[in-house]
């Protein structure tokens, strides 16, 4: 079977899957229970802080919040990496570094440096750009040797999510990284960045779900903003969530009285 043919089987089988699941949410919209407690879906984020001028204190916040709320980890720009690790050191929260971020589109050698780097001040996961530009050119053993690149580095127990910027492809070329994600023994595949435009949708993350099976994670990530949200991408086939408004989300699990 050939990619085309691949695509078109798996968009219709993405879409009868889509509509079953909005059958689902109509019908528990009109009951009281929620889908999943405050609790456990702080255990599905990776609470974010991308942004190129935040300050130490809105890092100290951040922190601060992930302890609170006992969010699985927290994300953050590689250089942020050391701070963090001190203030969370004990807490049981994961450190998350983004690699090669927002673009993908440096040397390898450079993302491999800063990946290495980000291990040795902390670190326990990565979350890497995939070269775009090179995958919508169709240079495949590029894009597959530039993750393969991080891979290397890692350490045993170090967590590599590849992040394939989903609103800047084709259906046929979000098969196609997932299937290179894969290939190149990823633990993740990813939906975005963020800083594309944007962001993670139901249909992407059955999409990617279905493409790398179950046992490889799916991360959302990009405009999650609410609790309702979240728990539609976790019901997708997210098995991670990444969002700078986290405390909201969570919040609104706390609104809808699960606590």
């Not at 009281?32 to 984020?45: D, H, K, T, V």
């Not at 040797?145 to 609103?167: G, M």
Request: proline share 2%; net charge positive.
């Amino acid at each position: 079977m050939d990619h085309k043919e691949l695509v078109d089987k798996i968009t219709q089988e993405v879409m009868s899957r889509l509509e079953g699941i909005k059958k689902v949410q109509q019908e528990s919209n009109s009951h009281s229970g929620p889908f999943i407690s405050q609790s456990e879906l702080a255990g599905f984020i990776d609470h974010t802080l991308l942004k190129p001028d935040a300050t130490k204190a809105q890092f100290d916040k951040l922190c601060d919040e992930a302890v609170q709320y006992k969010f699985y980890s927290v994300c953050v720009n590689s250089s942020w990496v050391p701070y963090v690790t001190k203030k969370l050191r004990g807490s049981g929260i994961k450190i998350c570094a983004v690699i090669g971020f927002p673009l993908g589109a440096m040397d390898s050698r450079s993302k491999a440096f800063e990946a290495s780097n980000a291990i040795e001040a902390g670190a326990n996961e990565l979350d890497m750009v995939i070269n775009v530009g090179s995958l919508k050119s169709k240079d495949y053993k590029l894009v597959e040797e530039d993750i393969r690149a991080i891979k290397r580095v890692c350490r045993k127990n170090t967590i590599l999510k590849v992040i394939i910027e989903t609103v800047l492809l084709t259906d046929d070329e979000k098969v196609i990284a997932c299937e290179i994600a894969k290939k190149a023994e990823a633990d993740f595949v990813k939906t975005s960045t963020g800083f594309s435009g944007g962001g993670a949708t139901v249909a992407d993350i059955m999409l990617m779900r279905r493409i790398v099976g179950p046992k490889i994670g799916v991360k959302a990530s990009g405009g999650i903003k609410e609790y309702n949200q979240a728990i539609a991408l976790i019901q997708a086939g997210a098995s991670r969530i990444g969002c700078g408004s986290s405390v909201a989300v969570i919040t609104g699990a706390k609104a809808q009285g699960n606590y």
